[in-house]
């Protein structure tokens, strides 16, 4: 059952503003196993609960298909986030065999993938505390990176292409401001354009950055010392500023006393990436980041997941609506 429920779930292709379809396939499972939803935007089960479970709906852009080798599922979305939408659904349904109630509020955001308006649109609806449920290896990720995204242009002067010593190359100088930079904070280079067909030295570039940043550490300072070090060579447009945080309230403790309730090992992580737990946690959510499935395949034509580890978290999710 589980691998053809993640099958279906993984075949309803959902790219992020396109989740429709997976909205209205979740909301037709959760009315036959009783639950009442509401739906907007998100699908939002027991809306008057406290303590919430959330994750998202939506994928990157489709790269691979579902398939099954006995061990893992792999294909776009499986991972990230559909093997905890799974996850939540089967237990739910061990809750629906045992005559249990659910005491946690259930909730399926659209667009974590590319705006996080889903999950910002929520919060001017809901209070509470909450698991968000992203790819962790089941591990506790008490602490949450914060990000600082920019798109850095770098200017050169054109020459013709023979003539190098009458320009100024932009890639050139956008390799050596890399080079230079890297020395003030590490970074990742996700995208670098600049050049075209025509036999010319190239008069711009633009590289995309992506900057982790500890708890401790201000996006906002960091962001002052990139402009500074552009200044005059180029300019800088802020994609993402995000600060990190520390999940040190209850959501944590409730969720580690759930894990060892099921019978595994509560380790701690740190979720490297962006999530809606960053929304939810600037809207004054007691919040904590939690699911199964590797982060380092998700958005990847290797995207894969555990199914035992999609049936530890349905038990833990079991374990953790029982002590609310």
């Given at each position: 059952?589980?691998?053809?429920?993640?099958?279906?779930?993984?075949?309803?292709?959902?790219?992020?503003?396109?989740?429709?379809?997976?909205?209205?396939?979740?909301?037709?499972?959760?009315?036959?196993?009783?639950?009442?939803?509401?739906?907007?935007?998100?699908?939002?089960?027991?809306?008057?609960?406290?303590?919430?479970?959330?994750?998202?709906?939506?994928?990157?852009?489709?790269?691979?298909?579902?398939?099954?080798?006995?061990?893992?599922?792999?294909?776009?979305?499986?991972?990230?986030?559909?093997?905890?939408?799974?996850?939540?659904?089967?237990?739910?349904?061990?809750?629906?065999?045992?005559?249990?109630?659910?005491?946690?509020?259930?909730?399926?955001?659209?667009?974590?993938?590319?705006?996080?308006?889903?999950?910002?649109?929520?919060?001017?609806?809901?209070?509470?505390?909450?698991?968000?449920?992203?790819?962790?290896?089941?591990?506790?990720?008490?602490?949450?990176?914060?990000?600082?995204?920019?798109?850095?242009?770098?200017?050169?002067?054109?020459?013709?292409?023979?003539?190098?010593?009458?320009?100024?190359?932009?890639?050139?100088?956008?390799?050596?401001?890399?080079?230079?930079?890297?020395?003030?904070?590490?970074?990742?280079?996700?995208?670098?354009?600049?050049?075209?067909?025509?036999?010319?030295?190239?008069?711009?570039?633009?590289?995309?950055?992506?900057?982790?940043?500890?708890?401790?550490?201000?996006?906002?300072?960091?962001?002052?010392?990139?402009?500074?070090?552009?200044?005059?060579?180029?300019d800088v447009e802020i994609l993402e500023e995000t600060n990190g945080f520390t999940s040190i309230n209850s959501a944590k403790d409730l969720l580690?006393?759930?894990?060892?309730?099921?019978?595994?090992?509560?380790?701690?992580?740190?979720?490297?990436?962006?999530?809606?737990?960053?929304?939810?946690?600037?809207?004054?959510?007691?919040?904590?980041?939690?699911?199964?499935?590797?982060?380092?395949?998700?958005?990847?034509?290797?995207?894969?997941?555990?199914?035992?580890?999609?049936?530890?978290?349905?038990?833990?999710?079991?374990?953790?609506?029982?002590?609310?």
């Amino acid at each position: 059952m589980m691998i053809d429920l993640l099958r279906k779930l993984v075949e309803i292709k959902s790219p992020s503003g396109r989740e429709d379809e997976l909205a209205s396939f979740l909301i037709s499972y959760l009315k036959k196993l009783g639950l009442k939803t509401e739906f907007e935007y998100n699908v939002v089960v027991n809306p008057d609960a406290e303590f919430w479970l959330v994750t998202h709906m939506d994928t990157v852009t489709p790269k691979t298909g579902f398939k099954f080798d006995g061990r893992y599922a792999y294909g776009t979305g499986v991972c990230d986030a559909k093997g905890s939408i799974a996850a939540i659904l089967l237990a739910l349904e061990k809750l629906k065999k045992l005559n249990i109630g659910l005491n946690t509020g259930i909730a399926f955001f659209r667009e974590e993938e590319e705006t996080g308006k889903g999950s910002e649109k929520f919060t001017r609806e809901y209070s509470g505390k909450a698991v968000v449920m992203e790819p962790t290896s089941l591990k506790i990720a008490a602490t949450h990176y914060g990000t600082l995204e920019v798109l850095v242009r770098i200017k050169g002067k054109p020459a013709h292409g023979s003539m190098p010593e009458y320009g100024k190359n932009a890639i050139e100088n956008a390799i050596e401001f890399v080079k230079r930079f890297k020395k003030v904070h590490d970074f990742t280079i996700l995208e670098m354009r600049g050049g075209s067909d025509e036999y010319a030295i190239p008069d711009s570039c633009e590289v995309r950055l992506d900057f982790l940043l500890e708890p401790d550490e201000s996006a906002s300072a960091l962001k002052e010392v990139l402009l500074d070090t552009v200044m005059g060579c180029g300019d800088v447009e802020i994609l993402e500023e995000t600060n990190g945080f520390t999940s040190i309230n209850s959501a944590k403790d409730l969720l580690e006393t759930a894990i060892k309730k099921a019978g595994l090992k509560a380790g701690y992580a740190a979720m490297p990436s962006w999530t809606d737990a960053v929304n939810l946690k600037n809207a004054g959510w007691d919040v904590v980041v939690w699911g199964p499935g590797e982060l380092a395949y998700c958005h990847t034509p290797f995207e894969r997941i555990s199914i035992e580890e999609i049936v530890k978290a349905s038990r833990v999710i079991v374990c953790l609506n029982s002590l609310l």
